[in-house]
Nanobody
Framework: QVQLVESGGGLVQPGGSLRLSCAASGSRFSFRISTMGWYRQAPGKQRELVASIISDVVANYTDSVKGRFTISRDNAKNTVYLQMNSLKPEDTAVYYC????????WGQGTQVTVSS
């Protein structure tokens, strides 16, 4: 079973930045060949995919975060990151990492609140 632990969220003013981290662990699991994604769920809304990364150089983003968010990974540490710049109030959500396109059990997520 794979465990996913997200961290790095917090309260930030509009225009600010945050860097999220997600550490993956577990047996029978090869992080290096796994496509990983960052998802978010805002209050009253469905969970959505924000960004995904297949290898160190192949990444995809939802339109609303293009140019502001950057997903990256460190295979040696089994960790995926999400650098979030120019944050907007509409980015407020609980952020989760998981496999893409077939997520496994969800971690606790990390709360990101963008507010002045």
């Amino acid at each position: 079973q794979v465990q996913l632990v997200e961290s790095g969220g917090g309260l930030v003013q509009p225009g600010g930045s945050l860097r999220l981290s997600c550490a993956a662990s577990g047996s029978r699991f090869s992080f290096r060949i796994s496509t990983m994604g960052w998802y978010r769920q805002a209050p009253g809304k469905q969970r959505e995919l924000v960004a995904s990364i297949i290898s160190d150089v192949v990444a995809n983003y939802t339109d609303s975060v293009k140019g502001r968010f950057t997903i990256s990974r460190d295979n040696a540490k089994n960790t995926v990151y999400l650098q979030m710049n120019s944050l907007k109030p509409e980015d407020t959500a609980v952020y989760y990492c998981n496999f893409f396109p077939n997520p496994t059990s969800w971690g606790q997520g990390t709360q990101v609140t963008v507010s002045s």
